[in-house]
């Protein structure tokens, strides 16, 4: 079963370029030996990765998102440390260590007519330990930034958040598509419907979406429900982007909330359904920042990335999760 496995500072000492006369990211950022230390260390914020894409898979998608952690974790810790930056404030945790399901993953046969299906219990294995990491952080006063994987993981964000605060959370996404797709095995397309279904999900608001990406079913579901809304791309091409965004915040910042950024939205940014059309990077960052400066923003995911040899996926990441720290109010 997937397993938290705690980074400690020799981790990290391979993903770094030393030079003289400057200090970077990964020089000053935190680790801990034990998950006990957690509440008493000073940092705000707690880095976790999901090296997994076999959610992306269960849903007939393009693997590739396993990649973005390391990709993200090794710009990361070269940002430098100045006035701007505070690495101090951020606890790098680890990794929900998914080896063991990857490579049953590997191992199924797709011409096995149950080959979804199987896909589909390993992510239900990865999110119960999705879940228990991000309570805990939460539990213990921290906000957690989380790396994934596919976006099968926001189930487990969700729930390990609802958990934490005794109370169902609300969720605003970046995103092209919905993630509202039927209740069947546990996929990328159907977190945010699981995490309704059970209870865990309030308000969900999807800013972004793609129309031409977006079953009917699921227009009229969002439609007929109070708690469900979105804003069409295609409608925010014209539109003061900022004043749209805030009233996506304003429906979730009621009360507590989780950022959901599924890389998808950007133009031509590598992710498992990667689009010529969407938002661009500098955009996204200023809704993150948006986002962050809300008091009510509990946690932060992004997923669906992939690391390229033609993109830098990992800097790329790296500015949204700096984004994310400065502007965090908590």
């Known amino acids: ?11 990290l000492e391979h993903y770094l370029g030393i030079r003289p006369g400057e200090t970077k990211f990964g020089e000053k950022v935190g680790v801990i030996a034990s998950m006990e230390e957690l509440p008493a260390h000073g940092a705000k914020f707690v880095l976790f990765g999901i090296p997994e894409d076999i ?24 940002v430098q440390d100045n006035l701007f930056n505070h690495p101090e404030d951020l606890l790098v945790l680890g990794i929900v260590d998914c080896s063991e399901e990857n490579e049953k993953a590997s191992n199924l046969e797709m011409a096995d007519p149950n080959y979804h299906q ?38 487990g964000n969700i729930k390990g958040a609802a958990s934490a605060l005794d109370s169902p959370i609300n969720v605003l996404n970046l ?40 079953p009917q079913a699921i ?15 295609e409608d925010l091409q014209n539109a003061d982007l900022s004043a749209e965004f805030d009233q996506a915040l304003e429906f979730v910042g009621n009360s507590k909330f989780g950022l959901e950024l599924d890389c998808d939205v950007m133009a031509h940014f590598p992710s498992s ?43 790329a990441l790296s500015y949204l999760v700096t984004d994310f720290m400065r502007l965090h109010t908590h």
């Open 55 to 78: 959610g992306v898979r269960a849903n007939y998608g393009r693997p590739g998102a396993a990649t973005a952690w390391d990709s993200c974790l090794r710009a990361l810790l070269n």
């Open 175 to 214: 995103d092209a598509h919905t993630d509202l797709r039927q209740l069947e095995h546990c996929h990328s397309g159907n977190c945010f419907s699981y995490a309704l279904d059970r209870g865990y999900l309030q308000k969900y608001a999807v800013f972004g979406l793609h129309q031409n990406y977006t």
């Open 118 to 155: 199987k896909l589909g219990d390993l992510v239900n294995m990865i999110d119960k330990q999705v879940t228990t990491t991000v309570e805990r952080i939460l539990r213990a006063g921290k906000v957690p930034i989380i790396i994934g994987g596919g976006h099968n993981n926001a189930y």
């Open 1 to 11: 079963m997937a397993k938290l496995k705690l980074f400690r500072s020799k981790d």
């Open 219 to 233: 227009f009229e579901q969002m439609l007929a429900s109070d708690d469900l809304k979105f804003d069409l791309f």
């Open 273 to 315: 359904a990667v689009s010529p059309a969407g938002f661009s990077l500098e955009e996204v960052r200023c809704f993150v920042k948006a986002a962050a400066n809300d008091r009510n923003c509990v946690y932060f995911h992004i997923c669906e990335a992939i690391a390229t040899d033609i993109y830098p996926t990992g800097k």
